[in-house]
């Protein structure tokens, strides 16, 4: 596994699968392990799915009902559940982040890849300040509260700036033209996507108008992860929760979405002279 620079979600997630793999070694059933661990099998399910933290004392007897008897093997799965335990630097905005997009500043931390479509907004990662500030006062948050959520937007697009993550977006023409805040607010947020367009970990496609009709009618990500046994996840962003997909018919439904509109949407070249355009406008 490479799993050296993984954060905590990450590491659930691959610390759940490996529980699963050695469940079904051992031909026992979840059942079977959430009575041996005092638990429901939905709490057996949440763990192999590394969507819940995973105690320590579960792991060490699961494993230990499970037959794992090596040293090695044992300490290694125990290491990763404790470190898949730490907190990860977003958890002092803990304050600000609703509990169902915590997994995906995780996830969003230890991407190597992140592609995605924006219909109605810019992509986080390539917000500014100010436009991000005007969206997020929208939902009638105080302004400390605002400048709190600005600051956790700006934390997040640090490995970005660091091109640690490489980023390929396409965003509809409605979300450049939608007006958050004045329109220096805009020239500004526009300004700052043409520069980023020149950057070697970003590929910035628009989605013009003149291209018609699509399937893809909400905005989406596909993140994808330095560790290949780990499957893409695909996230999906609802008014008060959120999707987290990673069934093999899922990803590629949607990693087919990206594809076809990647074809229909303009080259990153064409895609700079739109944005130009559109700048020019407001």
Request: a negative charge; charged letters at 25%; glycine letters at 6%.
């Amino acid at each position: 596994m490479n799993i050296s620079g993984s954060g905590p979600v990450v590491l659930r997630i691959l610390l759940g699968a490996e529980l699963r793999r050695l469940r079904e070694i051992a031909d026992l059933t979840p059942q079977q392990a959430a009575r041996e661990i005092g638990a429901s099998e939905s709490k057996i399910s949440r763990m192999e799915r590394g969507r819940n933290a995973l105690k320590y004392d579960d792991v060490a007897e699961l494993l230990f009902f499970y037959g794992v008897s090596d040293e090695t093997v044992r300490e290694e799965l125990l290491s990763l559940a404790r470190r898949a335990n730490q907190p990860g630097w977003w958890h002092s905005y803990n304050d600000v982040l609703p509990d169902w997009f915590q997994p995906y500043v995780g996830l969003e931390a230890a991407a190597e890849r992140i592609r995605g479509y924006e219909a109605h907004y810019i992509p986080g990662l390539l917000q500014t300040q100010d436009y991000a500030a005007a969206v997020i006062a929208l939902d009638g948050f105080p302004p400390e509260e605002v400048e709190r959520r600005v600051g956790l937007r700006q934390a997040r697009q640090r490995r970005f700036r660091e091109g640690t993550v490489r980023l390929w977006a396409i965003i509809d023409e409605a979300a450049l033209r939608r007006q958050f805040g004045d329109t220096d607010v805009m020239r500004g947020q526009l300004e700052e996507l043409i520069a980023a367009a020149k950057l070697p970990n970003l590929t910035l496609q628009v989605n013009p108008f003149t291209s018609g009709g699509h399937t893809a009618l909400n905005g989406f990500s596909i993140l994808r992860f330095p560790d290949r046994q780990m499957t893409d996840v695909i996230y999906v962003e609802q008014l008060t929760n959120a999707l987290y997909l990673d069934k093999r018919e899922e990803v590629d439904a949607y990693t087919l979405a990206m594809e076809r509109l990647s074809v229909i949407s303009a080259s990153p070249a064409e895609s700079v002279e739109i944005l130009n355009r559109i700048r020019d406008d407001f």
